[in-house]
């Protein structure tokens, strides 16, 4: 069974940019929670859809939105790039229940 | 809310010997409390999960974790250390909307 996917793997934008990454659950799993990881740091929750529907939201600014889609994938945004945007972006999937799965990342590379 | 504190950021242990990954968390709620395992480039993955069904929850790969509810602990530990096992490992806790990480224990392996 295929895991979580996301696309792309690695990206690399100037300052002011803006950028889409894409995620798709695991078969079946309706809910898709987006986080960053900082280089040397844990992951920190930026948002969680279920059924469409935003579910939460880390503390992150209005410059990063996100959508879910009807087959449950799901978009993650962010405008007007800073520096301290790059990071791994991980997408995480789950049935609904709170165990998730998380996919291998995109590498989002700010110059 | 929630959060969690990894105790060590870097544990190194000989090949053969018992690994010990230490975790402290703090929740409002009853908790799920989660392992999770990062190797180099890549996602993460699940290694165990705690619900309340059990104190002592066994995982993948030989690890184990004992939930301490009066020390509110939630140490991983092996029996005996394998080179592959060195990476980063995360503690998790969730309440089902947000899953806070650690900032992370980098497991080295000597042989």
Known sequence: DAGVTQSPTHLIKTRGQHVTLRCSPISGHKSVSWYQQVLGQGPQFIFQYYEKEERGRGNFPDRFSARQFPNYSSELNVNALLLGDSALYLCASSLGSDTQYFGPGTRLTVL | ?111
């Open chain 2, 1 to 111: 809310a929630q959060s969690v504190t990894q105790l060590d950021s870097h544990v190194s242990v000989s090949e053969g010997t018992p690994v010990l990954l230490r975790c402290n968390y703090s929740s409002s709620y009853s908790p799920s409390l989660f392992w999770y395992v990062q190797h180099p480039n890549k996602g993460l993955q699940l290694l165990l999960k705690y619900t309340s069904a059990a104190t002592l929850v066994k995982g993948i790969n030989g690890f184990e974790a004992e939930f301490k509810k009066s020390e509110t602990s939630f140490h991983l530990t092996k029996p005996s250390a394998h080179m592959s096992d060195a990476a980063e490992y995360f503690c998790v806790v969730s309440d089902q909307r947000d899953m806070r990480f650690g900032a992370g224990t980098r497991l080295t392996v000597k042989p």
